[in-house]
């Protein structure tokens, strides 16, 4: 049975909406500091007439194209760690495949109720965590010293070479359980939550962090996107469109970076994810429809 | 840069497969899109009819148009929506590529634990790929 509303518009009002809308996404995501996953699904799940399991899979794709496009150059200049990355990964990716599983027998007011409280729990992570950009590894763990977890990188701005290693590494592992289930059931990037256990928890430099992450997000929605394509939970006319328009949005972000104000923008995101993430709680409360 | 801050010989290996397999996946896929908008090749859902389809959950989308599921698109490819899976495919696959790529080097480096690392995801994220894990509870 349809579960939303059918439109009565052309066809090809949808995806040019689509391409605008993920530009605009695009362009705020990098200026917001944030994926273009973790904006795409609440807004185009709460706004646009596709059922929520095609909007997950598309959302997915997004991400994965967004992160598979950064990793060359991350992995180039030594600030995304293959070593860091791979052990977090299979941990992540294993996850990703149960939490795609469970999102896709889910009924969708379920998905959506449960999307809505995790965008708001994100709203009020990206609002009051604090980064750290050397943060103090006192001791490296045991793990993390018998899978030689560490490394050098150049810090361009103060001139240095930065020696990083890690630690509580089992801990850290764990909660990637629990970041990959979330990531597959909901289609969403998980930067925002990669970010804080790699840097706050676990210790790794913040540029490394964000490196890793975004690469790491290449394996982890690798995983759940097979699993969304296998179900036939992918939809070339809602991929390609916002595939492309995120990743032309990106560019121009980039562009636009150096001239804007990113405080005022950071919290223009947050107030955009807040009202996603309400659209989307409401919406499988029934309360929005 | 210092020797010392330079990338490792399997970061790089990985990155060069990366860079390459991620613009030929995307300029395919781009590509196959307009053949899809454009109606050369026919569709195996009319692009006039995806509005009353793309609203359902994907097990009933699947139902009502008996639409493949696992990698029963790879016989479909004929189709203009279809076509747009092997960029798509591509852009999944290729993380795969890569761990088959670095898995020699570090072989080579006898750096065991991340061998067996390395073999452990191409499993997972194989089987993820094969279309053996099916989604239940509609």
């Known amino acids: 049975m349809p579960e939303v509303p059918r439109s009565t518009a052309p066809w090809w009002v949808w995806p040019l909406a689509l391409f605008i809308v993920t530009f605009i996404l695009g362009i705020l995501a990098v200026l917001g500091g944030v994926g273009g996953g973790v904006l795409f699904v609440p807004i185009v799940g709460g706004f646009f007439p596709f059922n929520i399991d095609f909007v997950r899979g598309a959302g997915l794709l997004v991400a994965l ?225 | 840069m210092s020797d010392k801050t330079k990338a490792s010989e399997e970061q790089i290996a990985y990155a060069n497969v990366l860079n390459i397999g991620m613009w030929f996946g995307l300029a395919l896929l781009i590509i196959t899109f307009f053949v899809y908008i454009s109606g050369v090749l026919p569709s195996y859902v009319p692009i006039d009819d995806l509005p009353k389809y793309w609203t359902m959950r994907v097990h009933d989308f699947n139902v009502a148009l008996n639409a493949p599921t696992g990698w029963g698109w790879a016989s479909l490819v004929g189709k203009g929506d279809y076509l747009n899976f092997i960029g798509i495919a591509i852009l999944s696959g290729l993380t795969i590529l890569c761990y088959l790529v670095i898995l020699p080097i570090l072989a080579r480096k006898k750096d065991r634990a991340y061998v067996v690392i390395a073999i452990a995801e191409v499993l997972v994220l194989s089987l993820a790929a094969s279309g053996l894990l099916k989604v239940g509870g509609h």
């Open chain 1, 65 to 289: 194209a967004g992160a598979l496009a950064a990793g060359p150059g991350l992995l180039k200049r030594n600030l995304a760690s293959i070593r860091l990355a791979l052990p977090v990964a299979l941990i992540a990716s294993s996850a990703a495949i149960v939490g795609a599983m469970i999102g896709l027998a889910l009924k969708p007011n379920v998905v959506n109720t449960l999307l809505g409280a995790t965008i708001l729990f994100i709203v009020a992570i990206m609002a009051t965590a604090k980064k750290s950009d050397f943060p103090v590894v006192p001791q490296p763990d045991k793990l993390s010293q018998a899978l030689g977890i560490m490394g050098i990188y150049r810090e361009e701005s103060i001139g240095k070479d930065v020696e990083w290693n890690v630690h509580k590494t089992p801990l850290g592992l764990a909660l990637f359980v629990v970041i990959g289930i979330m990531a597959g059931m909901f289609g969403l990037g998980a930067g925002w939550a990669n970010v804080p256990v790699l840097n706050l928890m676990m210790g790794a430099p913040l540029k490394i962090s964000v490196a890793t992450s975004k690469f790491l997000l290449s394996i982890t929605d690798t995983s759940a996107a097979w699993v969304y394509l296998n179900q036939g939970a992918v939809l070339p006319m809602i991929v390609v469109p916002s595939l492309v328009g995120i990743m032309l949005g990106s560019m121009i972000g980039v562009k636009i970076l150096a001239k804007a104000k990113p405080k005022a923008i950071k919290w223009m995101v947050i107030g955009l994810l807040l009202f996603a993430g309400l659209r989307s709680l409401l919406k499988g409360l029934g309360i929005w429809k």
